[in-house]
């Protein structure tokens, strides 16, 4: 006796990821791509650090600076960056807690000179105006307000 098998059941059955499944999968790879690229494109480790320390230097500057007769100046060749009264261009000044009186940084050339209120000029020009000072760490830029003085980062 032949046995009786509906059709529909014969064939089998594909397998497969529905829309929905396929939308979820794209949807946390998405987030995933949000969170880990920057971290990876970013060389936010030696960037960082540079710019934290280029901060923290370009401060101590400003404050020498600030209410004394002297001013003083941060100064960068591409290679290094130092410490320098303006009176005595040629003298470089350890910064505090170094061994050497330059720092490493790789980031391009600068010259910054505070006066007594602490406002960046530019010692280049007979008049001495302020101005606002950008230094670029590599995707970083530090920026030093005009009037203000105020050092921080973009």
Not at 14 to 40: D, K, N, Q, S, Y
Not at 84 to 96: E, L, S
Request: hydrophobic share 40%.
């Amino acid at each position: 006796m032949k046995s009786i098998v509906h059709p529909e059941m014969n064939k089998s059955r594909e397998h497969g990821f529905t829309l929905f499944e396929l939308i979820l999968v794209l949807i946390l790879l998405a987030v995933l791509a949000g969170i880990a690229l920057p971290r990876i494109l970013n060389n936010t480790g030696e960037e960082r650090a540079a710019a934290d320390k280029l901060k923290t230097h370009l401060r101590f500057a400003q404050m020498q600076s600030l209410g004394s007769s002297q001013s003083w100046g941060v100064q960068g060749n591409g290679e290094v960056y130092y410490l320098f009264r303006v009176d005595v261009p040629q003298t470089r000044v350890y910064f505090p807690g170094e061994s050497h009186d330059s720092v490493k940084f790789p980031f391009g050339s600068f010259q910054v000179t505070f006066d007594e209120w602490g406002r960046p000029y530019n010692s280049l020009d007979t008049q001495g105006s302020t101005a606002t000072v950008e230094i670029p760490v590599g995707s970083k830029i530090i920026r030093i307000e005009q009037e203000t003085g105020f050092v921080h980062e973009n």
